[in-house]
């Protein structure tokens, strides 16, 4: 519901559905009753008169760098993975630091697992995960809720308990002011801010996690995973680096762009990737949402492309649409396979 | 700006200012231009029509519990304690625990100083820094700044190195559905609210930070301080427990209930308190606005009892309302002076 007395037209908005118009009460608040909804954490917004609006009502926030949102909880049984439940719990650090890449003051979140111990001689696998455009560097801790996911699979027995860093995505901060259709298209740009996005990754935010948590500190206890522009990021750092990661995975990955790319710009992505290199991956795990109108094609075309090459891989096309519901249950299926 | 084409009146809301009526533009297009603001981060919401809402045009949030909003930052020199500087940063660790006394999963926030190392022998000082009434736990390192704070006066060589620990400060959550005045106005509910606060922080929240952080331990090195509730909370839990604190500080605190009340029930939340004490107390520091309309009076008739009762203190009155631009201006003041 949203009061909006003079309003000529009131929508909800929220990714994976189209626009569901609301209708004007005689009390000029305007509403909505939804088909029941699965037990989830769904963003949403308001669209009055063409205007996005968070809901007055509602103060749980998504935090966005463009659009932020609401969000709704609809909440299930303890057995969903998001759910917070009465469990051992992780620590979220957020840390800051200056990047002589960016020229600036940056920052990046690390989760540590519930008993990890600075002071004891335990070490953790790392697992560095990446977030899609217009995303914070909070954005897989919070609405992605990373940390409420990783701690049920580590109660449950199902994850291996390990470390999580999540750094801010962005090698070229600009493609957040030209809109995602540039940000991508241009291709300059696009490469631009993946490879100084890598620059700040593994001279900066890397020298960090790995010196001052308890990592193992080797490729084979070392994952590199995203979801959209995270995805891509993480394909093209990870299986451009396999001596620096051994496990890569892609949500919704935008890979090449979102206009269909097909083996040419692969090929020129990942120059030396051959059938001899799967030896050194242990994990390469692509997922895409069947209704991902914007990334299944490109996923499809990848899927293809590392088959003809000979390279080991899972693709496993989900439900879904390009949302937070399919890349939360993304982590979930990709997390109990790592460091196995 | 705010575009509303069919709105009746658009206003400009934001805490210590009246609210500001904009004027709409033929293009449906309401604006409002403000004098010249000083630099600084201020809160504001739009109100439309009755209904509050954020600005659509700003991403940058300020998390509550009941009203979030948006946040502007009028940009200034590097001189300015709450400016991101080219300093060595500080981390903020979220953690999370099951609380018995509240029954469920809560979470608190603490700062560690640059260089903070718990592989080291070294231990520091300890603050314990509460919000307000509405904030969540979040609340002093978002809009607050406190680690932007710390950091600066760290590297200014102003402050001692300081771990600074923010718990969620509600004993009794329903204080949040029931408003500001019954919140406080209500005694019997205001009261359980502190106390079993108080059963949180020192039985479950304390034992946490002092055992997993390199905290010195000792009351001579412990602070309590907080702003308008989280005020009143440090006074009551500080002030009671002497053997615990040595350093209190209250900011605008909300005293009693903002309600005009006096030496009775003062003398009734701390019954103990005499100037014999003043061996124990290393600093009692109250700050309020002038303009502080809910708590000048109460933080004077405050300051007055004290001086009655011989109790050694510091009263401050700044300029300014019931503001987090006053409150990160009392952190910065306050900050300084503990620890010495």
Chains 1, 2 share one sequence.
Request: charged residues 20%; contains cysteine.
């Amino acid at each position: 519901r949203l009061r909006a007395p003079y309003a000529h037209a009131v929508e909800v908005l929220r990714s994976g559905a189209a626009p569901a118009p609301m209708s004007r009460g005689a009390d000029g608040v305007w509403a909505l009753t939804t088909a029941p909804l699965e037990p989830d954490f769904y963003p949403y917004v308001f669209r009055e008169d063409g205007v996005v609006l968070l809901d007055p009502a509602n103060p749980s926030l998504v935090p966005n760098l463009v659009s932020p949102s609401t969000l709704l909880h609809v909440p299930g049984p303890a057995s969903l993975l998001w759910e917070t439940n009465q469990v051992p719990h992780g620590t979220i650090h957020h840390e800051f630091y200056h990047s002589d890449v960016m020229g600036g003051e940056r920052d990046f979140y690390v989760y540590t697992p519930p008993g990890y111990d600075p002071r004891s001689a335990r070490h953790y696998p790392v697992l560095y995960l990446l977030h899609g455009y217009t995303d914070d560097a909070s954005a897989w801790t919070t609405v992605g809720r990373a940390n409420v996911i990783l701690d049920n699979l580590i109660a449950r027995g199902e994850a291996q308990p390990m470390i999580v860093a999540m750094p801010l995505g962005y090698g070229a901060p600009e493609v957040l002011k030209v809109g995602e259709y540039r940000a991508f298209a241009d291709h300059a740009l696009r490469d631009r801010n993946y490879a100084r996005f890598r620059e700040t990754l593994l001279g900066e935010v890397m020298p960090r996690v790995e010196g001052e948590y308890q990592t193992e500190g080797s490729r084979e206890y070392r994952a590199i995973a995203g979801l959209s522009m995270g995805g891509a990021e993480a394909l093209f750092v990870g299986l451009n680096d396999l001596g620096r990661f051994a496990w890569i995975g892609s949500f919704s990955g935008a890979i090449g762009s979102f206009h269909g790319e097909g083996p040419d710009n692969f090929r020129q992505s990942y120059p030396d990737l051959q059938a001899d290199d799967n030896y050194r991956i242990s994990l390469l795990w692509l997922a895409c949402g069947r209704e991902d109108g914007l990334h299944v094609g490109t996923n499809r075309h990848f899927d293809a492309w590392l088959k003809e090459r000979g390279i080991r891989h899972t693709y496993v096309e989900t439900g879904g649409e390009h949302t937070w519901m399919v890349w939360r249950r993304n982590l979930a299926a990709f997390a109990p396979l790592l460091f196995r």
